[in-house]
């Protein structure tokens, strides 16, 4: 009985699909720490002192880093194929991204440049080894356990996520922690946690692609474009992924602007520290949730349908905030009692949908992906990711006035779920089987 409890059983290479998702559960403390609760804040109050300046050089800082990631990822990604430096990469971009975060402390008021200097290249180094954790995925698993396997990773990054969520809330209620000024041991923490929880990937995760021969170092650069080159040119030979990256573009909008703008949708019903907590908790253990019922269902229901199921998910809970919010308001909004159980339930709904939408989307890349490209593919898909990021929150910033902008990023789901049936499962997954079995160019 516990043998089939084990979520590792049947895995060919249980250690290393283990240090690939602490990868996951590493980076959590920039993504979550850093870029959802703390930076914004601490920019804002403690750096700049100017609300509105503030917001405009954090949306600047954001736009960089995420245009830095989009511009570079298809050449990095060729690179890393015809070099085999995905897991250089990887380290090499968590490493700056660590020593980015330990320096976050030096940060005091009016240090803008030094902020700038010091965000946008762990933003991009994060955002850039995001895209090389995924890409080992067509190598850590079978295409019939692509679901399986992305779970895994996506669960115990959310696993990461909970407890650093208890640690920030602990030391916000026990140690006195409530003020930005004295957030500076989290920043350390944060890159603490990073450097602690990246060491099983330096040990035991491992590249199986080797070096194309034939190329020196010096023409490598050379070699990633003639690869992009050819895979633009090819673009109809893998027409499927192309189709769902399209797709995939349009929806990830919606989950962008859900997931930056929460604190303020929070804050829209009168939320405070404490419940914004409480209300990020709820998110990370239903989306873990999501995570495991995906990863569990996925290689039988079929990626197509997997995505299609949880985008129901996305524009059930989606317009059900809409029009809770709408009712809110009308009501008077009363701020010291909130919006009710109802709310917890959409939140709860919405962390399903985050924790789903994001391993079945990328299990289905896999599966559409050759695994010899799988650096260039996923590189693409990490350039449609940031590209969706910049749009979703332009468009959150532009429709934040209107009490509609919640029935419209619901659209965003709807469109998303209506042209999935566009996506042939069986016919991407035979042009990537096609492209492994063809001979090296």
């Given at each position: 009985m516990l043998h089939r409890l084990n979520p590792f059983r049947g895995?060919?290479?249980?250690?290393?699909?283990?240090?690939?998702?602490?990868?996951?559960?590493?980076?959590?403390?920039?993504?979550?720490?850093?870029?959802?609760?703390?930076?914004?804040?601490?920019?804002?109050?403690?750096?700049?002192?100017?609300?509105?300046?503030?917001?405009?050089?954090?949306?600047?800082?954001?736009?960089?880093?995420?245009?830095?990631?989009?511009?570079?990822?298809p050449v990095l990604g060729a690179l890393a194929d015809a070099r085999a430096w995905k897991k250089e990469i990887l380290l090499a971009t968590g490493c700056l991204c660590v020593v980015m975060m330990a320096c976050f402390p030096l940060l005091g008021p009016g240090a803008i440049a030094l902020a700038v200097a010091l965000y946008v290249p762990a933003a991009f180094a994060c955002g850039t080894g995001e895209n090389f954790l995924a890409a080992f995925l067509p190598e850590l698993a079978k295409r019939e356990q692509m679901g399986r396997i992305s779970a895994l990773g996506w669960s115990m990054s959310y696993v990461g996520a909970l407890v650093l969520l208890l640690i920030c809330f602990s030391a916000v209620t026990w140690f006195g922690l409530a003020e930005p000024e004295q957030w500076k041991g989290l920043f350390v923490l944060s890159a603490v946690w990073f450097a602690v929880f990246m060491v099983p990937t330096v040990l035991w995760l491992n590249e199986k692609a080797v070096p194309r021969p034939g190329r020196d170092d010096a023409t490598a650069i050379v070699d990633a474009f003639r690869r992009l080159k050819r895979t633009i040119r090819e673009a109809g030979k893998f027409a499927q992924l192309a189709t769902f990256l399209a797709i995939f573009f349009v929806y990830s909008m919606g989950t962008q602007t859900v997931v930056f703008f929460a604190g303020i949708i929070g804050n829209s019903f009168g939320f405070g520290i404490d419940r914004l907590i409480l209300m990020a908790v709820v998110m990370a253990v239903t989306a873990g949730v999501g995570a495991i019922t995906t990863g569990m269902v996925q290689d039988r229901l079929g990626h197509r349908n997997t995505v299609m199921s949880i985008l129901g998910v996305w524009v059930l809970a989606t317009t059900g905030l809409a029009v809770l919010k709408l009712r809110f308001a009308a009501s008077g909004a009363d701020t010291s009692t909130g919006p009710g159980m109802a709310f917890w339930v959409i939140a709860g709904a919405i962390g399903l949908g985050l924790g789903g939408i994001g391993t079945a989307s990328r299990a289905l890349v896999g599966a559409f992906t050759p695994e010899r490209r799988s650096a260039e593919f996923f590189g693409l898909w990490g350039m449609v990711y940031k590209l969706a990021s910049i749009g979703g929150i332009l468009f959150g910033v532009a429709s934040e006035a209107s009490r509609f902008s919640l029935f419209l990023i619901a659209g965003f789901f709807a469109v998303g779920l209506a042209l999935m049936p566009l996506v042939n499962e069986k016919a991407g997954m035979a042009a990537a089987s096609a492209d492994d079995q063809s001979p090296m160019e």
């Open positions: 895995i060919e290479s249980p250690r290393a699909v283990a240090a690939w998702g602490l990868y996951d559960l590493a980076n959590q403390s920039f993504q979550l720490l850093i870029n959802t609760l703390l930076f914004s804040i601490y920019l804002t109050i403690v750096v700049v002192g100017d609300g509105k300046r503030a917001e405009l050089i954090w949306g600047a800082m954001f736009f960089i880093s995420n245009a830095l990631v989009v511009l570079s990822a």
